[in-house]
């Protein structure tokens, strides 16, 4: 954190030559186009895989983006790539990023109380990136690597957790020159609020809940030290003005309220079990919480209480929750893979490879299946479990940008004998991962391998030569090179 704190002292001593956000439409282009936004947002996402803790549970990432792009689509630029993610870390807190990449805080999920307060956030934030909100300008673009932005932009959002890259952004704007402000102003927050309001109100959902979430926040505020105020209120200065403006203008919309999905609170229930350090105490909690009736929705709770016995390895009283869950709700996803886990906890893995085969007849390329299913098979060295989980691994959409499916990947493809092809495999998963270096590496010595054909050798030195670079570029951001 002392690293942040240099960095904004350092800003603040600069002479009042701040950057001015550029306007939306071509003078934003000029200072930085939309490809090199995404290329930006790329390379953010990776270092921050490198200094947080991206929770990679499908069924989460699953819901977080659904929702987003529910939002995305009645925004005033629908085309715009987005994607979601969400970090494991209490603290409230929320930000966009350019490229379209917005990050979400369990802790702040988890203190909504309905689907709508989640979808406002959510809003505010698409509404920055879609009002090109974050300023870039012409000579930071032109004397800077994107890479290096990223790491600037990734030290600042995540602050002490890695002290080596804080101290190296620091070094870099310093001897730059240049001041990087991320905080918004009042108006460009004003008009996210606005923009955001139009579309949480389209998408279906309750406007009310944006003032009411900060407000909400605004009042618990009161209790917390200087020092610790909540993330969210540093980056996103909540005013009752503010607040006012919006209740005003939530109120000439004719949605007043909104059902919850039934994800929402599956996925809160989900991220529960996620982040709990102590999963035994959180199930004896849960369970008191059912016994008192102290929950929202039972079946989420019932979800709950499944998935901490799960991770405390007492399957015995799975199978009740699901019986339940079977009888009083829909047939989903989940279900079907907490029960082919807990078959497979108890040991009784050809009914559990039945109940996998199964779900993905009914959900084919289903990436949660999938990807659990090929985990499972990769647990011994059976060459035909292998062989079924690259088939599995294949079938699920090329746009799976999940390290750990490219980490499986390549356990399927070494146990079947084809190493390049895991080689190949490992280095995505390393570079997706935020380790660029390793993945060079791990190409590097793919291309010594004899008796490469043509097709598979160009594959290799193409992928080579585009990771070398990037991880030039990300060297020289961290002063390195």
Known sequence: MRYLLLLISYLLTLPCMAIELPDIGNSADAAISPSEEQKLGEAFFRQI?????????????????????????????????????????????????PGGFIGVNTGL?????????????????????TQRHIARTEEASQRYSLPMMAALIAALLVGGANPQIAEA?????????????????????????RVGMKIL????????????????????????????????????????????????????????????????????????????????????NLKNMFKEGRYRDERALRYAIALAQLTTKQPAGIQEQLEWLSKNDTDRVMYRLLNA???????????????????????????????????????????????IA?????????????PYYYH????????????????????????????TSLAVEQLRQAREQKNLNFYMSSRIEARYEQLKEILREEQKALGLE
């Open 109 to 129: 999920i988890l203190k909504t109380r309905d689907e709508s307060e989640l979808a406002s956030v959510l809003a505010h934030e698409i509404a920055h990136i």
């Open 408 to 435: 499986l990947l390549a356990q399927a493809y070494e146990k079947i004998g084809t190493s390049v092809e895991a080689s190949l495999a490992l280095a995505e998963s390393y570079y997706l991962g935020g380790q």
């Open 201 to 284: 109100a389209e998408a279906g959902f309750d406007p009310h809940s944006m003032p009411a979430f900060f407000k909400r926040l605004q009042e618990a505020n009161r209790f917390y030290e200087n020092s610790n105020i909540p993330e969210f209120l540093r980056t996103h200065p909540v005013t009752s003005d503010r607040i006012a403006e919006a209740q005003n203008r939530a109120d000439k919309y004719l949605v007043t309220s909104a059902d919850d999905t039934p994800y929402y609170h599956l996925m809160k229930a989900k991220l529960l079990v996620v982040i709990e350090r102590n999963p035994n105490q959180l199930l004896k």
């Open 341 to 387: 886990q807990s078959l497979w906890l108890k040991q009784q893995y050809p009914q559990a490879k039945a109940v996998y085969e199964q779900a993905l007849q009914v959900y084919p390329g289903n990436t949660i299946l999938g990807i659990d299913y090929a985990e499972k098979l990769l647990q011994n060295d059976s060459m035909i479990n292998a062989t």
């Open 49 to 97: 895989r490198r200094q947080a803790e991206v929770i990679d549970d499908i069924e989460v990432n699953n819901y977080i983006n659904e929702l987003g792009r529910q939002l995305v689509s009645y925004s005033d630029n629908p085309q715009q790539l987005f994607q979601f993610f969400v970090i494991k870390e209490d603290s409230i807190n929320a930000f966009a990023v």
């Open 169 to 193: 952004a620091v070094a870099a704007v310093v001897a730059g020159s240049i001041q990087m402000q991320l905080n918004f102003t009042r108006e460009h927050e004003k008009e996210a609020d």
């Open 390 to 402: 690259k088939k599995v691994l294949s079938t699920l959409p090329t746009s799976v940008n999940n």
